[in-house]
T-cell receptor
Framework: AQTVTQSQPEMSVQEAETVTLSCTYD???????LFWYKQPPSRQMILVIR??????QNATENRFSVNFQKAAKSFSLKISDSQLGDAAMYFC???????????FGTGTRLTIIP | SQTIHQWPATLVQPVGSPLSLECTVE??????LYWYRQAAGRGLQLLFY??????ISSEVPQNLSASRPQDRQFILSSKKLLLSDSGFYLC?????????????FGDGTRLSIL
């Protein structure tokens, strides 16, 4: 079974600095999808960024980028120029091709220090 | 644009009472629909998903059930709630069965069982 591990329950970063959130996963599949979701205090889950495993290029969305290391089964999220609005729980998620199920990690709570 | 509505936002119910949480999606046809539960400080656990009217897949055994009476309506139910049913319930939809499309979440329902 696929598993997703986020080893950092909490992280903090100074406003305007850069922070990296870690995620590792376990799978025997060669093709799959990876996602980072953000859950602010409002509790809504918001997609931050996604990566297709067959793509070697790391995904980027404005201040958010990933470091996808397929061999190491690692999928970290880098947030540049951190802003107060980035404070939230961040969840890493995995999905097999052809499978409806999203497997989530336990999350990392990110605090932004003004 | 597509929107997802989930209600109620908060619910307090006594043990043994029935439950009905409703989720509707607008602006898309034949979405995949999902119910998740998030326990305090934990990640999301997939409870049910549906790829079409009347088609329900259950991920975990429990005293909850789901139904999809209409294309864009997904209902989570229970005949008799348990204390362990407390949590935050999120409904989500996605556009494709086997694509890399992300899931889009509703605002969630906080369920407290007394």
């Amino acid at each position: 079974a696929q598993t997703v591990t986020q080893s950092q329950p909490e992280m903090s970063v100074q406003e305007a600095e850069t922070v990296t959130l870690s995620c590792t996963y376990d799978t025997s599949e060669s093709d799959y999808y990876l996602f980072w979701y953000k859950q602010p205090p409002s509790r809504q889950m918001i997609l931050v960024i996604r990566q297709e495993a067959y793509k070697q290029q790391n995904a980027t969305e404005n201040r958010f980028s990933v470091n996808f290391q397929k061999a190491a089964k690692s999928f970290s999220l880098k947030i540049s120029d951190s802003q107060l609005g980035d404070a939230a729980m961040y969840f890493c998620a995995y999905r097999d091709v052809g499978n409806e199920k999203l497997t989530f990690g336990t999350g990392t709570r990110l605090t932004i220090i003004p | 644009s597509q929107t997802i509505h989930q209600w109620p936002a908060t619910l307090v119910q006594p043990v043994g009472s029935p439950l009905s949480l409703e989720c509707t999606v607008e602006g898309t046809s034949n979405p995949n629909l999902y119910w998740y539960r998030q326990a305090a400080g934990r990640g999301l656990q997939l409870l049910f998903y549906s790829v079409g009217i009347g088609q329900i897949s259950s991920e975990v055994p429990q005293n909850l059930s789901a139904s999809r009476p209409q294309d864009r309506q997904f209902i989570l139910s229970s005949k008799k709630l348990l204390l362990s049913d407390s949590g935050f319930y999120l409904c989500a939809w996605s556009a494709e069965v086997q694509g890399h499309q992300p899931q889009h979440f509703g605002d969630g329902t906080r369920l407290s069982i007394l």
